[in-house]
């Protein structure tokens, strides 16, 4: 079992920059493969980046250099830096936990272990 929370959303205008960061808690937490996923409104979740336990990782063409993923394994923690925010970005940004690295980066709805959730939201 395997606790997700996030922190670190709110609101900032278009050009601006957040810092995500989401703590692991539980069982073993540095050996899952993490992520970030966004929910904006009317649209359904899609993945913005993840990292593995090895470090590999993945970012979605829509914030390749924008945003950044990273992760502190001793201190199982993974922070998302987003730069030059754009309104497209604005939704509900997850955290997300699963063994697979398949399943985190190509079946979500497969995917253990959900963060509760934190706003992003971009202005023009």
């Keep these: 079992q395997v606790q997700l929370v996030e922190s670190g959303g709110g609101l900032v205008q278009a050009g601006g920059s957040l810092r995500l960061s989401c703590a692991a808690s539980g069982r073993s937490p540095s050996t899952y493969a993490m992520g970030w996923f966004r929910q904006a ?24 250099g924008r945003f950044t993923i990273s992760r502190d394994i001793p201190k199982n923690t993974m922070a998302l830096q987003m730069n030059n925010l754009k309104p497209e970005d604005t939704g509900i940004y997850y955290c997300a936990a699963d063994r697979s690295w398949r399943v985190l980066t190509t079946t979500p709805e497969g995917i253990n272990y959900w963060g509760q959730g934190t706003q992003v939201t971009v202005s023009s």
């Design 41 to 64: 409104p009317g649209k359904e979740r899609e993945l913005v980046a993840a990292i593995s336990s090895g470090n590999i990782t993945y970012h979605a063409d829509s914030v390749k």
